[in-house]
Nanobody, 121 residues
Framework: QVQLVESGGGLVQPGGSLRLSCAAS????????MGWYRQAPGKQRELVAS???????SYADAVKGRFTISRDNAKNTVYLQQNSLKPEDTAVYYC???????????????WGQGTQVTVSS
């Protein structure tokens, strides 16, 4: 089985910073793309940022220039550095990973349990 465990969420004032981490563990041969999604109350889950195994990144327009996604392939971990946080960034943030469990398997998508980020004064 594969588990994704997020950490680093919390309460921060507007303009502040947080760094989210997501570590994948279990039966893992390789991980393709990894990403961060968020879901605010009453809204649909949306993609915030993603990163390929080779390090290519993409971002939602709402977070460009403020958030940075990165990964450590040796640790099967993805990070989301959040700067200049705004109240509208308040949401539960979920980690997502496209995991290959064996050399002969196709990839399967996994989700973390989510971590709450609250931006408020």
């Amino acid at each position: 089985q594969v588990q994704l465990v997020e950490s680093g969420g919390g309460l921060v004032q507007p303009g502040g910073s947080l760094r989210l981490s997501c570590a994948a563990s279990g039966s893992i041969f390789s991980i393709n793309a990894m990403g961060w999604y968020r879901q605010a109350p009453g809204k649909q889950r949306e993609l915030v940022a993603s990163i390929t195994r080779g390090g290519s990144t993409s971002y939602a327009d709402a977070v460009k220039g403020r958030f940075t996604i990165s990964r450590d392939n040796a640790k099967n971990t993805v990070y989301l550095q959040q700067n200049s946080l705004k109240p509208e960034d308040t949401a539960v943030y979920y980690c997502n990973a496209d995991v290959i469990r064996t050399p002969w398997a196709t990839s399967k998508n996994y989700w973390g349990q989510g971590t709450q980020v609250t931006v408020s004064s």
